[in-house]
């Protein structure tokens, strides 16, 4: 799942089928912003929180310690549409990624923190 923050400032990548959405208390996944990543996580139905490193990109997801590779790969394999992969690699910016999420994987996250789904026109 991929979802777009309020301010726009940043894009959290979940891992797929693992979130409170779908019944499952802890959700792990990895925050992108202008210039670099971070692992988050979701506890409950909490907010979702950064914790760890901070990552500067680009980079190669190979070169991510192997939590956050896991959550990576398993991202991409959910959706293999995602331009996650792009965006930590620099093949696309952040600001391409913000502006052109793929419709069928895309929320936003409204300013209570409620999901709003993204349809197509």
């Known amino acids: 799942m991929k979802t777009i923050g309020p301010d726009k400032t940043y894009?959290?990548?979940f891992q797929g089928g693992y979130c409170p959405q779908r019944g499952v208390t802890n959700c792990f996944g990895i925050r992108v912003e202008e210039g670099c990543c971070v692992a988050?996580?979701?506890v409950g139905d909490g907010q979702p929180f950064t914790?760890?490193?901070y990552f500067l990109l680009p980079l190669e997801?190979?070169?991510l310690p192997s939590p956050i590779r896991i959550v990576?790969?398993?991202h991409l394999l959910t959706y293999?549409?995602?331009d996650l992969?792009?965006?930590l690699a620099g093949k696309k910016s952040f600001q391409e990624a913000l502006h052109s999420p793929p419709e069928s994987e895309t929320q936003q996250t409204t300013a209570t923190g409620r999901v709003r789904l993204a349809h197509s026109s």
């Open 11 to 13: 894009i959290d990548y």
């Open 40 to 42: 988050i996580a979701i």
């Open 51 to 53: 914790f760890g490193k």
């Open 61 to 63: 997801s190979d070169t």
């Open 72 to 74: 990576v790969d398993d």
């Open 80 to 82: 293999p549409s995602s």
């Open 85 to 87: 992969d792009d965006v």
